[in-house]
């Protein structure tokens, strides 16, 4: 079993960056693929970007291609999110989650453990 907390959330105008983190304890980290999700309200939770075990597969959603990066630090059991050029659209909880196997994962029910969410908040 993992925990996971993520950490980095805030307000931000449009065009600013934010870097999320999210530190896992439990077993060892890189037996887990690992994603970021996010959930506006009235809105269905959605992928928006995740990662093999060891960080060489990456899969990002269409809409934060190009100003997302994911990455982790095995040895620190921390999964990252820098997200560049922020947009109001943007704005929503941001959630990691991990997956009982180190393959990534591309669908919401592919995770089994899950963050409690940082708000991300950005201002035209």
């Known amino acids: 079993q993992v925990q996971l907390v993520e950490s980095g959330g805030g307000s931000v105008q449009a065009g600013g960056s934010l870097r999320l983190s999210c530190a896992a304890s439990g077993r060892t980290f890189s037996l887990y693929g690992m994603g970021w999700f996010r959930q506006a309200p009235g809105n269905k939770r959605t992928l928006l970007a995740a990662t093999s075990g060891d960080g060489t597969s990456t899969y990002y959603a269409n809409s934060v291609k190009g100003r997302f990066t994911i990455s982790r630090d095995n040895a620190k059991n921390t999964l990252y999110l820098q997200m560049n050029n922020l947009k109001p659209e943007d704005t929503a909880v941001y959630s990691c989650?991990?997956?009982?196997?180190?393959?990534?994962?591309?669908?919401?029910?592919?995770?089994?453990?899950w963050g409690q969410g940082t708000q991300v908040t950005v201002s035209s």
């Open positions: 989650a991990a997956k009982n196997y180190p393959y990534l994962g591309r669908f919401e029910t592919d995770y089994d453990y």
